[in-house]
């Protein structure tokens, strides 16, 4: 066998999360049952973060195994070039490469980077309305930003994150939440139009639209900078804001050694 490494790009708008899901349209049903009808055979993917329904993807990296055959360059063109055919314009594979065999898209990554966009007008926009949250009160940039420098650095998100269990060893245990935020920036490319860069070595589920939501509340004014290091101490989700909407969402790229 040989392992597989594949660049997909997607809008999450149309599928149910990255995950697959028997009775729903997810992205990696779409892409494993396209996988199957390509090679003859069913494979198993493994995806760098498990994006939730509606969230989108510009860099997401998957990894899988095929049977040596389907590894040669010309094989990879053709099967790349067929699941572009099956799966776009709502799934793209932008690069598909033979890579060592100890290669795995979640656990040999080292940083994720999502990118939340915001339309900051009083009137929606028509055409960004799938990719941008409409947000039409005024925004405090350098209050949002103050705030989000508050995070960078490895603490404790679980007031920003969604409660998730695991089994280890047989028991039951709440996931751990504790993260490094690398980079969280705010900037405002155009009049309207706002954007919310962060990266860490991994995430929670909803961590960044929680945040987002949260900073947002402070660039309205309803909550203070000052306040982002108590609600990372009370742990507790109920201290932060509210979840931005998943269509604001964009899972940018992955970072490998």
């Excluded at 997810?26 to 969230?55: F, I, K, M, N, P």
């Excluded at 490469?97 to 979640?106: G, H, I, L």
């Excluded at 009137?123 to 990719?131: A, I, K, T």
């Amino acid at each position: 066998m040989a392992r597989l490494r594949l660049l997909v790009s997607y809008d999450g708008g149309e599928f149910r999360g990255f995950a697959a899901n028997p009775g729903v349209r997810t992205v990696a049903g779409v892409l494993a049952d396209a996988l199957e009808r390509r090679l003859g055979y069913r494979v198993q993917l493994t995806c760098a973060g498990r994006t939730d329904a509606g969230v989108h993807a510009r860099g997401q990296v998957v990894s899988l195994e095929v049977a040596d055959g389907d590894a040669s360059p010309g094989r990879l063109a053709s099967l790349r070039n067929g699941l572009n055919r099956m799966c776009g314009p709502d799934v793209v594979v932008l690069e598909s490469e033979a890579v060592p065999s100890d290669f795995d898209a979640r656990f040999s990554a080292v940083a994720r980077a999502y990118r939340y966009t915001i339309w900051n007008a009083p009137e929606p926009d028509v055409f960004r309305r799938s990719y941008a949250w409409h947000v039409p009160d005024p925004l405090d940039m350098a209050a949002m930003s103050d705030a989000a420098t508050l995070l960078v650095g490895e603490h404790d998100f679980a007031s920003f994150c969604s409660r998730t269990e695991q089994v280890v060893d047989g028991e039951v245990r709440v996931a751990p939440t504790t993260r490094r935020v690398l980079r969280a920036v705010w900037s405002r490319p155009e009049p309207a139009l706002v954007r919310f860069d962060i990266e860490a070595n991994s995430f929670c589920r909803q961590m960044v639209r929680s945040i987002a939501g949260t900073l947002v509340e402070v660039g309205r004014g309803r909550r203070a900078a000052a306040d982002i290091p108590a609600i990372l101490a009370a742990r507790d989700r109920a201290a932060a804001g509210q979840v931005a909407p998943p269509h604001g969402l964009c899972l940018e790229s992955v970072a490998y050694r």
